[in-house]
């Protein structure tokens, strides 16, 4: 490499975030002229029509950066995680603007999974002694690997309903998972995690702040933000296997599920809610955390800082708790998300109460 990781690392994040100020707002003006909308519905938390294109420049962004400052002669699975962003993005964009058969979307999800599982050899190996379980079989680690990618490519994807929510949950994962991977010497993660961070943290301030420019990152930038996510949570407990240096992590299973609690527990969540009534796990609702806390009187920018602030205390527990064991450390953070998820139903409910006047 020319430069030292450190000043690569800072122009993956520098440059991600130029090319997505820059662009959006040429892609907003293209998406007007061309229709390109989310228009308002009984299932949407907006209520004018907005451009869903957003994740174009999200996508222009990663690939750009990530393409530019990692050493990819050294790491050629990253090539692989490359090919796979572009997959979905075009999965992502075909469902933007002409909307997609959700079969078909899961197929060329599931492409994605293999293309990362199979070519780029990323794959969980292990499951850290969880259930006693420590080396997985070879084609058991391909198809967990695969699960778990779509499972959290359909999470990240599921959550991005109110204004910063996904965006601002991809920050503070992002900004995680690539601290560790900076502390712990994987500088190909790190830029990786980096281009992601500076994509998000631009349309962040799009998505919340905007007014002629306003944008959704739409299918495109969920399904990209998902995939991308899976490969740094799977690479996160991969080397936290062989690590044992000053930063190392136990129960690094639990601590990852801790990281990504909120897109893994909402989902979960609604496809109990779901299933217990008798439909579809996939059918649409307002059953969705961030539907919930809306209903608790707050706006949208009220919503996900409450919900940002959630996830930041579970990292900030699963890092502290990480000793507790993969089991202990499973149960509070399951504990927990049931608590809040149990306290805002009360809530909702208290508020509906008619109250009595007394004379």
């Not at 993005?89 to 078909?104: Q, S, T, V, Y």
């Not at 919340?208 to 933000?225: A, Y």
Request: positive net charge; contains cysteine; hydrophobic residues 55%.
């Amino acid at each position: 490499m020319w430069f030292h990781p450190n000043i690569l690392i800072i122009f993956s994040l520098l440059l991600s975030f130029v090319i997505v100020l820059v662009s959006v707002p040429s892609i907003v003006k293209v998406a007007q002229h061309k229709q390109f909308y989310d228009e308002p519905g009984q299932r949407k938390s907006h209520h004018k029509n907005i451009p869903n294109l957003g994740g174009i420049a999200i996508f222009a962004g990663i690939i750009i950066a990530t393409g530019l400052f990692a050493d990819l002669t050294i790491s050629r699975e990253l090539m692989q995680v490359l090919v796979a962003v572009v997959v979905v993005f075009f999965i992502g964009i075909k469902d933007d603007i002409l909307i997609i058969a959700p079969a078909k979307k899961l197929y060329g999800e599931i492409i994605a999974a293999f293309i990362i599982v199979i070519l780029g050899d990323i794959r969980f190996t292990s499951l850290h002694g969880f259930l006693g379980v420590h080396e997985i079989n070879y084609i058991y680690s391909i198809l967990l690997t695969a699960f778990v990618i779509v499972v959290l490519i359909n999470s990240f994807n599921l959550i991005d309903g109110i204004d910063g929510l996904a965006s601002g949950i991809g920050i503070v994962v992002s900004l995680t998972f690539g601290t560790w991977f900076y502390l712990v010497g994987n500088h190909n993660y790190a830029i990786l995690s980096a281009a992601l961070l500076g994509a998000l943290i631009a349309f962040f301030g799009f998505n919340v702040f905007g007014k002629q420019n306003k944008i959704f990152m739409g299918d495109t930038g969920s399904l990209i933000m998902g995939l991308v996510m899976s490969v740094l949570a799977i690479k996160f407990n991969e080397a936290c296997i062989t690590y044992n240096g000053p930063y190392a992590i136990s129960s690094a299973p639990a601590v990852s599920f801790g990281i990504l609690i909120i897109p893994l527990f909402d989902t979960m969540r609604v496809f109990i809610i779901r299933i217990s009534r008798g439909i579809s796990p996939f059918h649409p609702d307002r059953n969705h955390l961030h539907h919930r806390v809306l209903k608790l009187g707050f706006n949208h920018i009220e919503s996900t800082a409450v919900i940002l602030f959630v996830n930041v205390m579970f990292i900030g527990l699963a890092f502290v708790f990480q000793s507790t064991g993969i089991i202990s450390l499973m149960i509070i953070n399951l504990g927990l998300a049931l608590s809040f998820s149990i306290l805002t139903e009360y809530l909702i409910r208290k508020n509906k109460q008619p109250k009595h006047v007394t004379a």
